[in-house]
């Protein structure tokens, strides 16, 4: 899935071959109000290619547990926060929590969770919330330099198994409360937002 907003056809096959994946999260991008977010964020931590969103805008609520479930994040680096703001609302569902505090320092979690900070792109980079941040203009190079450099990773076909190594509580609890392989597990949620 890559946005031909952003990749021209050469790219796609370019990455396509490499095995990779580059995102946009934007207003505009994959993330809909109908779509099942669980299952895209349990999709990712199972995919078995290496993953990199383009954080193009704001990064609110549940685009964030979408984001930190890729590999690796490139944030615009003149607009845009990243903001999860359950806390705030009144929000909460099982596994929220987990990619925050599997891939972040314990600190950075908890603003996150417990304090809805918002993050600009330059504060991300410093708290490890992101990779990268670069010029709108040059994200897409920036994120295709980052390919080049991990390309080929995961021929060997291990790539998402080591990746469960390292995410795997998260990739189980938030299979666990959604559709997977068109299977509810859970109940469905009382409320909707």
Known sequence: MVSSQYVNPTC??????????????SSTSIIGPDTDKTKLLATLLDYPYP???LLTGHT????????????????NSKRGFFSMPPVNLGLHFPGIGFLPRLKLRPQIARKM??????????EALEDGIVDEI???????EVALKKARSIQ????????SLLRNELWGEAAE?????CYVHGKR?????????
Do not use: N
Request: proline content about 6%.
């Open 60 to 75: 609110f609520g549940g685009a964030c547990p979408f984001a930190l479930s890729h590999d690796y994040r490139i944030m």
């Open 185 to 193: 597990v859970t109940a469905p949620a009382k409320a909707k937002i």
């Open 152 to 159: 080929g990773k995961s021929k060997m076909g291990v790539y």
């Open 134 to 140: 670069a010029d709108p203009k040059e994200m897409l």
């Open 113 to 122: 969770l417990l304090e809805a900070h918002k993050w600009t792109g330059k």
């Open 12 to 25: 796609d096959e370019q990455l396509h071959k490499a095995r990779l994946v580059i995102l946009p999260h």
């Open 173 to 177: 609890k938030i299979r666990g409360i």
């Open 51 to 53: 993953t990199i969103a």
